[in-house]
């Protein structure tokens, strides 16, 4: 191992809360070709036991380093080949510990075009600033004036000149910018003031119109909606430092005067120059430059959190509870185009569907609930699932009605959201799916199969349609991306997928397989019928054993021949099982039902053979509940009868939602008035609360209390907090149990007041870049 990589693997260990040797064997399997969700499942002894958090923390972090080591070679060599490269610089180098760093070491030797000192040495004005510099008492302008010549026309024009040759010194020096930039890092403030003309067209920004606050604690909402509003030319906003000190030298200034040599007072008149050189150097060079990286450095930071709130609620909404496999009437709403419907069985194929025309103009409420009645009657519906767009709560009522009025068993109802869903239908996927089905019909199919199993439907859409983040748009999409492929992968692999069941695009999410292997596997069964063991795998034209190895322990097979291979339990560990099982004197299937014996076996018995004890309690647990699900039971929230629309709300209503959102300010909440309301922070619980997913999580059932409604602004404050007038038990621990959620309506501009900072997330950021 080399020494870099040694220092990386450290460097890791650290920010992970692991041990090197941990961190190094973790980097050894994913540069062997293993995915993140193998290791963490499947070589726990080797790296200590680190869980998908860990690993993608180090993946990435991982990649970051060795493209830092990457740029540091390459200044190396340049600094090299320009002959410039002494002991100090070349320590310089290799110590830097970051991006910034390391290019703030390197500013003096970048290539760059010609510029404005450049021009002023050729004209021969080197010299003159040099002799400023060495003699602070001598007159400036009289030592300018030896200086004029055909090129230089005047002392003034000379002084210009060597002005430019010191102010590049100033600029480009390492610590000099470090200096500032923690000067501003503490002091800096964002100011954003609205652009004259658009209080009316930017009145959704409207609490940014004369905006300031510390650059240091901006919360990531505001600092997007910031963002936002500024890119839609409504505010103009600037990072301001030291504009209120009251010193006639401000702070910065002093430090750039100082990085020079220069007295502040009791000086000569090279002092007095320089002072006036290093203020020139801070509007015009120091500052803008600056100025950019902090507002990168401030978006940077403001994704990353964004970012994370969208992937622990796309967790979240991924492993929502199934409803299982049942018979589903699903139903996309709609008014003057109707509603659609799509019956599927409970293998999610479709066996019927129609369009109903309920409401306006046609108003035929009468066929509707005959068409709805008969596709309940003939195909036996379990459950009804109901998109969340427009008409969602009329179409729930038509639902209700026409449930209530049948005879015998009733199927259950309940709301879907259809987030992503016409962007499925318009795919080309669907297509392949679907190829004889109208693309209005694959929509409600689509919201029927998410009651099922929001997981295999969900991943059939891009997660950024899903509509589960805050200002998903503004983030940089590449990162978003990158995060959010992981979610789905984790989410994926942790719950399984049914080998001979899954579709194409389930598949390519299991670890190692991806879009390619996954057709050639569905091919595959097609021609040959369902896979009797994941043995049979092999027979797949190119998966080879590199990819069995990683994929085989995420796929299941429902009674095959191997009851193992219903199970968690990797192949490679089927001896190990063997083992355990015929230490209770059973075969493998009466062993998986009696859990109480397993129990009573000692792990440690059954430990060698390169297995350790974290797989063989691994092994132990599966057998106990083989293929067992982690996501909830299913429950559906019960939105109250007569409060249909934003109108219907009351302060003081008590009613059941469904979080839809979970951001940093607080979670919003679908509670069946076409407009989700939001929970702030601190009205989650009785208590305390930093972070909103301590307390709740998308897709989670809570009941919550009417505090404000705001019709014209379309904004409803509410509460779990405990109601003082009703006492009991606090409300702020939200109900168990989830239901596919709601998404929130297109971005809000979020009160210029609400809690949260990004102060540990920038400090990362700095750190990283």
């Known amino acids: 191992m080399t020494t870099t990589q040694s220092a990386i693997e450290s460097t890791i260990a650290g920010e992970i809360g692991a041990r090197a040797e941990q961190v190094a064997a973790a980097v050894a399997l994913l540069d062997g070709g293993a995915t993140v969700p193998f290791v963490a499942r499947y070589r726990k002894e080797a790296t200590g036991g680190l869980d998908d958090t860990q690993l993608r923390a180090l993946e990435t972090r991982l990649a970051y380093l060795r493209e830092l080591e990457a740029r540091r070679a390459a200044v190396l060599k340049s600094v090299r080949e320009q002959g410039k490269l002494t002991r100090e610089i070349e320590a310089a180098i290799r110590g830097a510990a970051t991006r910034v760093a390391l290019e703030d070491v390197y500013l003096p030797f970048r290539p760059k075009r010609r510029n404005r000192a450049d021009a002023a040495r050729e004209r021969g004005l080197g010299p003159l600033a040099e002799r400023i510099l060495a003699d602070r008492a001598a007159d400036p302008a009289a030592l300018a004036a030896r200086f004029v010549t055909a090129d230089v026309p005047d002392a003034k024009a000379a002084l210009e000149g060597a002005r430019d040759i010191v102010a590049e010194g100033m600029a480009e020096n390492p610590a000099l910018v470090g200096e500032i930039r923690r000067h501003l890092v503490a002091r800096a403030r964002l100011r954003a003031r609205v652009v004259a003309g658009k209080e009316e067209t930017g009145a959704k920004f409207s609490d940014y119109f004369d905006h300031d606050e510390k650059w240091a604690t901006a919360p990531s909402h505001r600092v997007l909606a910031l963002l936002r509003a500024?890119?839609?030319?409504?505010?103009?906003?600037?990072?301001?430092?030291?504009?209120?000190?009251?010193?006639?030298?401000?702070?910065?200034?002093?430090?750039?005067?100082?990085?020079?040599?220069?007295?502040?007072?009791?000086?000569?008149?090279?002092?007095?120059?320089?002072?006036?050189?290093?203020?020139?150097?801070?509007?015009?060079?120091?500052?803008?430059?600056?100025?950019?990286e902090l507002m990168g450095t401030l978006k940077d930071g403001a994704d990353g959190e964004a970012i994370r709130v969208f992937s622990r609620n796309l967790k979240d909404l991924l492993l929502a509870a199934p409803a299982g496999a049942r018979t589903v009437l699903g139903l996309d709403p709609g008014v003057r185009t109707g509603v659609k419907v799509a019956v599927v069985d409970a293998t999610g194929r479709l066996l019927d569907s129609a369009t109903v025309y309920p409401f306006q103009p046609r108003n035929d409420v009468a066929g509707a609930s005959?068409?709805?009645?008969?596709?309940?009657?003939?195909?036996?519906?379990?459950?009804?699932?109901?998109?969340?767009?427009?008409?969602?709560?009329?179409?729930?009522?038509?639902?209700?009605?026409?449930?209530?009025?049948?005879?015998?068993?009733?199927?259950?109802?309940?709301?879907?959201?259809?987030?992503?869903?016409?962007?499925?239908?318009?795919?080309?996927?669907?297509?392949?799916?679907?190829?004889?089905?109208?693309?209005?019909?694959?929509?409600?199919?689509?919201?029927?199969?998410?009651?099922?199993?929001?997981?295999?439907?969900?991943?059939?859409?891009?997660?950024?349609?899903?509509?589960?983040?805050?200002?998903?748009?503004?983030?940089?999409?590449?990162?978003?991306?990158?995060?959010?492929?992981?979610?789905?992968?984790?989410?994926?692999?942790?719950?399984?997928?049914?080998?001979?069941?899954?579709?194409?695009?389930?598949?390519?999410?299991?670890?190692g397989l991806g879009p390619a292997l996954a057709d050639a596997i569905v091919a595959h069964r097609d021609a040959n019928g369902p896979f009797a063991s994941r043995r049979r795998l092999l027979d797949v034209a190119r998966l080879g054993p590199k990819a069995f190895e990683q994929c085989a322990g995420f796929l299941r097979?429902?009674?095959?021949?191997?009851?193992?291979?219903?199970?968690?339990?990797?192949?490679?560990?089927?001896?190990?099982?063997?083992?355990?099982?015929?230490?209770?004197?059973?075969?493998?299937?009466?062993?998986?039902?009696?859990?109480?014996?397993?129990?009573?076996?000692?792990?440690?018995?059954?430990?060698?053979?390169?297995?350790?004890?974290?797989?063989?309690?691994?092994?132990?647990?599966?057998?106990?509940?083989?293929?067992?699900?982690?996501?909830?039971?299913?429950?559906?929230?019960?939105?109250?009868?007569?409060?249909?629309?934003?109108?219907?709300?009351?302060?003081?209503?008590?009613?059941?939602?469904?979080?839809?959102?979970?951001?940093?300010?607080?979670?919003?909440?679908?509670?069946?008035?076409?407009?989700?309301?939001?929970?702030?922070?601190?009205?989650?619980?009785?208590?305390?609360?930093?972070?909103?997913?301590?307390?709740?999580?998308?897709?989670?059932?809570?009941?919550?209390?009417?505090?404000?409604?705001?019709?014209?602004?379309?904004?409803?404050?509410?509460?779990m907090r405990r109601d003082p007038a009703e006492g009991g038990a606090p409300a702020g621990r939200p109900a168990s149990g989830t239901a596919a959620p709601r998404p929130q309506p297109a971005p809000r501009a979020e009160p210029a007041r609400e809690e949260g900072a990004l102060g540990a997330a920038l400090s990362a950021a700095l750190k990283r870049r």
Not at 242 to 266: I, T, Y
Not at 420 to 432: D, F, P, Q, T
Not at 454 to 483: C, F, M, N, T, W
Not at 488 to 494: K, R
Request: contains cysteine.
């Open 557 to 719: 097979i429902a009674d095959g021949a191997e009851p193992l291979d219903a199970s968690a339990v990797h192949p490679e560990a089927y001896p190990v099982a063997r083992r355990i099982v015929a230490a209770l004197g059973r075969d493998v299937r009466s062993a998986m039902r009696d859990p109480a014996a397993l129990k009573s076996l000692d792990p440690g018995r059954f430990v060698g053979d390169g297995f350790g004890l974290p797989t063989v309690r691994d092994i132990i647990a599966e057998l106990e509940k083989p293929g067992r699900d982690p996501r909830p039971a299913f429950r559906t929230a019960t939105f109250a009868e007569g409060v249909d629309t934003i109108g219907d709300l009351r302060p003081g209503m008590s009613l059941e939602g469904t979080v839809t959102n979970v951001a940093a300010f607080g979670a919003f909440v679908d509670i069946g008035v076409h407009q989700d309301g939001l929970v702030h922070v601190s009205q989650l619980a009785d208590c305390f609360v930093k972070d909103p997913a301590e307390v709740v999580r998308t897709g989670q059932i809570v009941r919550v209390r009417v505090v404000e409604v705001d019709v014209k602004r379309k904004r409803i404050s509410l509460s």
């Open 370 to 511: 005959a068409t709805l009645a008969r596709l309940i009657a003939r195909h036996g519906v379990e459950l009804v699932a109901i998109g969340n767009g427009t008409a969602s709560r009329e179409t729930e009522a038509l639902a209700a009605a026409v449930i209530a009025g049948l005879p015998g068993a009733k199927p259950a109802k309940a709301v879907v959201s259809e987030a992503g869903a016409s962007v499925y239908s318009a795919s080309e996927l669907a297509a392949r799916e679907m190829p004889d089905v109208d693309v209005s019909i694959r929509g409600a199919v689509s919201i029927a199969r998410r009651l099922q199993d929001p997981l295999s439907e969900l991943i059939k859409v891009d997660p950024k349609a899903i509509g589960v983040g805050q200002y998903q748009h503004d983030v940089d999409q590449g990162r978003l991306s990158r995060a959010l492929d992981a979610v789905v992968e984790d989410a994926v692999n942790a719950v399984g997928v049914d080998l001979n069941t899954a579709s194409a695009a389930l598949l390519s999410h299991v670890a």
């Open 230 to 292: 500024e890119k839609e030319g409504v505010v103009a906003l600037e990072i301001e430092v030291d504009a209120d000190d009251p010193a006639s030298v401000k702070p910065v200034e002093a430090m750039v005067a100082r990085h020079a040599g220069a007295r502040l007072a009791g000086g000569g008149a090279g002092d007095a120059w320089l002072l006036g050189v290093a203020r020139w150097a801070w509007r015009q060079k120091l500052r803008p430059s600056l100025s950019t």
